[in-house]
């Protein structure tokens, strides 16, 4: 089963997609967290990617789909992947599209997570990650047991780069301009399916395991 988590910067991608694939036991193919690794180990594909990252835009098309292609290809996605956060774009969506069915599989879900624009700046905003494995807590909605302090492997909690408000109002502007015209291409795919993401975390999971049931 190949999944797409969709919807804009702070619509909680990444903290349902951490939830959904324990249960379907599912790689999570995060690519904003590939290239925050490959930023922190100063490679050259990380230097690339900061420049635009920290602008707030998209890293280019052949840079993004040469990485996720390479990661897809690696054995832990037999089972399926769960892609979240690409593809972004329609030569994106394409690539993909192309990369599944040379591994004889198929897009077979697309989870939209809508939430409003103003409700995303104040998620971010609030957002801070887990140094060690990415886990996301906010500071009202979804605080630490101890700030600072991740609860599942007690790394350090820090603020994103790009999470400052400036940026974070260039990648929902990205967002709209750039990505959202997929949403369209998976519906007419059949693929999409819409799920409120402003609602608590437990009630957007909730619906997304449903809709995912019924696919
Ligand atoms: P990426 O890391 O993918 O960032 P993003 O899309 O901006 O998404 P976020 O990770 O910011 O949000 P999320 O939806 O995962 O929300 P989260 O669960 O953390 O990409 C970063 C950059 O990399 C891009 O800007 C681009 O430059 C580059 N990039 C990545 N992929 C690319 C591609 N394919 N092509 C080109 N460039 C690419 O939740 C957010 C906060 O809200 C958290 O604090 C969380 O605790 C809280 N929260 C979550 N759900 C709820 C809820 N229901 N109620 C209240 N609070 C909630
Ligand atoms: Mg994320």
């Not at 903290?15 to 249960?23: C, I, M, R």
């Amino acid at each position: 089963m190949n999944i797409l988590i969709f919807g804009p910067n702070g619509s909680g991608k990444g903290t349902q997609g951490a939830l959904v694939k324990e249960k379907y036991k599912l790689d999570h193919i995060e690519s904003g967290a590939i290239f925050r690794k490959h930023i922190g180990g100063g490679t050259e594909l990380g230097k690339k990617a900061k420049e635009y990252i920290d602008r707030g835009e998209l890293v280019p098309d052949d840079v993004t789909i040469a990485m996720v292609r390479d990661r897809l290809q690696q054995p832990d996605t037999k089972n399926g992947a769960l892609l979240d956060g690409f593809p972004r774009t329609p030569a994106q969506a394409e690539a993909l599209g192309e990369m599944l069915s040379q591994l004889g599989a198929e897009v077979n879900g697309v989870p939209l997570i809508s939430v409003p624009d103003e409700e995303l700046v104040n998620r971010l905003s609030g957002r801070w990650t887990c140094r060690a494995r990415g886990h996301v807590f906010h500071e009202k909605f979804n605080p630490p047991q101890k700030p600072g302090v991740c609860d599942f492997d007690q790394s350090e909690l820090y603020q994103r780069d790009d999470d400052r408000a400036e940026t974070v109002r260039t990648r929902i502007s990205v967002y709209w301009n750039q990505t959202a015209p997929l949403i369209d291409y998976y519906r007419k795919c059949g693929k999409l399916v819409e799920i409120d993401g402003n609602q608590p975390i437990e009630c957007v999971t909730r619906d997304l395991l449903a809709a995912l049931q019924s696919e």
